[in-house]
């Protein structure tokens, strides 16, 4: 299996792809994150990736796994990815 990209390697390639330099690559990266940071209360969508949205759990009742005990799992917002369909056809490939 074939290790992840790195950072670097992304603004490596972005760089190569649209004869930028990697510094300008990396900039770039970094405010479309930074951006998605700021306006994922409102949710962020990346056209053809996915959307980033806040999500708000209920509390509910689990358990300990070492003792069983039951517990209560308090309510909170949670961070969410939704994957694209475009995104899900082009990695997986189009069901039949």
């Known amino acids: 299996m074939a290790k992840q990209m790195t950072k670097s ?5 972005i760089a190569k792809e649209h ?3 990697k510094k300008a690559a990396v900039a770039v ?11 994922a209360k409102n949710g962020f969508t990346l056209p053809g990736l ?20 039951a517990i209560k799992i ?12 475009a995104c899900k056809d082009a990695v997986l490939g189009k069901k039949k």
């Open 74 to 85: 308090p309510a909170k917002k949670v961070c969410k990815f939704r994957v694209a369909k």
């Open 19 to 21: 004869a930028m330099t």
């Open 50 to 69: 996915g959307k980033l949205v806040l999500v708000n759990r209920k509390a509910r009742m689990g358990r300990n796994p070492q003792t069983g005990e």
């Open 9 to 13: 390697q992304i603004a490596e390639s």
């Open 29 to 39: 990266l970094e405010s479309i994150v930074n951006l998605a940071y700021k306006e």
